[in-house]
């Protein structure tokens, strides 16, 4: 019997693979792009898909061109125009392309030597990133695993930054308590990222929002105050551009002079929105967003990559290597050369994916006009659905969108039970519904439906349609009272 290493690596073997499953998700993108009607979130208990494996798992044989249809039949649909749920880009298929050559080539990229290619094209992506943030010419970053392990990279150089002695090296000094403020809606990686740094739940000054949900400027210097007064030593600010829940987008140009006059770091997690920085349309949304000292943008929500690729950008790159000032004498330093700008030295990561060159293949293939054109048209898609919604009796918006993300209830006159269960029922019977997928979230206590449109493709016929559902599974809820 052949040896089964030879088998596992038969380059024959590989290819016939590769176009079977690249020709399976070919019909698969065409056959969302084309809206075929499909369960966007395929229905299944978690036990039941777990026996479901199990079964299989402990059955002889394995096709894998069935395993790879199963898998696609179960996954949930991002690709599909009816998919307005979670921040997640459905990725344009050339930069999935080149995630396959980053899973073949596995060039660990911690530093230089592990990733020669891959880790030149990071610097040249993620200075161009910084360039189009106008973050200036000292300006550069590294690219992370995800907007949560960003922002913590962004907390980590504002603390070895602005503290006067080396925390990095010294531990925290005794009795110093450390603090980040932020808006009371801010992603909970911000709050975690306080945690992880030992500052406790005392160490997220959560800054109160007006009527529109972003931090209220007026608060800033009460905040501030407040928190001095409790012993707490504020080191840095953070702005969101935009919000997760509602995508509001704070005011980073006044949040930027309230952390200048205060000699404290001001970041922006810019996650979600800081791509509206290429949209000619949109891009008043994140000004003084080029003033901050640290900004965190996913390129796998609002940039149509696959997951994680994320930008931390530095206004002083010198801050991206002081946060990790840290021998590993193997691999940081041979003891007479500075590291290059090996991601090791500047990232929590060692190993990592070779993220930049999907992002690089997207710039030259269809040039920085391919994010302009996604983030107008879905921030165009948002301004619509919310007009739909405002005319549509019955519909309340939560909020006005100012991003793709639409959050909105419907509350008849005919109502019969108290509005937050007759919203999470709506959300219940839309998911067994199977044709759209929308999520839940919650607005000043209150729940609400929430739409984040991803999708290009999506139509305002897809939201008409949407509405329509909404009113007649309302309906049959009361009814059914
Ligand atoms: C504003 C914001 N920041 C940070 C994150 C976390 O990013 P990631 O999921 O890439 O870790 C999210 C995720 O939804 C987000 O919306």
Redesign the pocket.
């Known amino acids: 019997m052949e040896n089964l290493l030879h088998i596992a690596y038969d380059a024959e073997d590989f290819r016939s693979r590769a176009h079977q499953l690249v020709d399976q998700l070919a019909d698969y993108i065409s056959e969302c792009r084309d809206g075929k009607p499909m369960p966007v979130l395929p229905p299944a208990e978690p036990e039941e898909l777990y026996s479901h494996w199990l079964q299989d798992f402990n059955h002889e044989g394995f096709d894998f061109q069935q395993f790879c249809q199963t898998i696609i039949n179960q996954s949930i649909h991002i690709h599909h125009p009816r998919y307005v749920g ?2 997640v880009a459905p990725p344009a298929p050339m930069a999935a392309l080149t995630e396959l050559m980053s899973a073949l080539l596995n060039n660990g990229m911690a530093i230089y030597e592990m990733g020669p290619a891959a880790t030149a094209i990071e610097r040249v992506v993620v200075e161009w990133l910084a360039k189009h943030v106008g973050l200036g010419d000292r300006s550069g970053g590294v690219l992370t ?7 913590l990279t962004g907390l980590l150089a504002a603390r070895q930054t602005i503290c006067s002695h080396n925390v990095w090296d010294e531990g925290a000094l005794e009795g110093q308590q450390l603090a980040v403020m932020v808006s009371e809606e ?2 909970y ?2 709050a975690r990222a306080a945690r992880i740094m030992g500052w406790g739940a005392k160490g997220v000054i959560k800054i109160p929002v007006n009527q529109e949900l972003q931090a209220d400027d007026d608060q800033l210097e009460n905040c501030l105050a407040e928190a001095r007064a409790q012993g707490l030593q504020v080191i840095a600010i953070v702005g ?5 829940s509602t995508g509001s987008y704070d005011d980073l140009h006044s949040m930027s002079e309230f952390a200048r006059k205060h000699n404290i770091w001001f970041h922006v ?5 800081g791509a509206a920085v290429f949209s000619g349309k949109y891009q008043h949304l994140v000004k003084g967003m080029e003033l901050a000292d640290s900004v ?1 943008i ?1 390129f ?2 609002m940039m149509l990559t696959p ?2 690729t ?1 930008a931390v950008l530095f206004k002083d790159v010198a801050h991206s290597f002081e946060t990790f000032a840290q021998k590993a004498e193997y691999l940081l330093s041979n003891g007479t050369q500075k590291p290059w700008f090996d991601g090791a030295a500047r990232t929590l990561e060692c190993t990592k994916k070779m993220m930049s060159i999907k992002i690089y293949a997207l710039i030259k293939q269809y040039g920085k006009e391919l994010f302009s054109e996604f983030v107008t048209q879905l921030y165009d898609l948002g301004q619509a659905f919310a007009d739909m919604i405002r005319n549509e009796p019955g519909f309340e918006l939560a909020i006005e969108p100012q991003s793709n993300i639409v959050c909105f209830r419907y509350w008849p006159n005919t109502l019969n039970m108290p509005i937050n269960y007759f919203t999470a029922q709506i959300r219940s019977q839309l998911l067994r519904d199977e044709r759209f997928y929308v999520v839940q979230t919650y607005v000043r206590g209150d729940t609400y439906l929430r739409t984040t449109l991803m999708n290009p493709f999506t139509s305002t016929n897809d939201l008409s349609e949407l509405l329509h559902l909404i009113k007649q599974i309302a309906d049959e809820i009361i009814a059914d009272k």
Do not use: R
């Open positions: 979670h921040q695993s995800g907007g949560s392990a960003g922002n801010a992603h990686s911000v969101n551009a935009c919000s997760t997690d810019g996650a979600h929105g965190v996913d796998h929500k997951a994680l994320t």
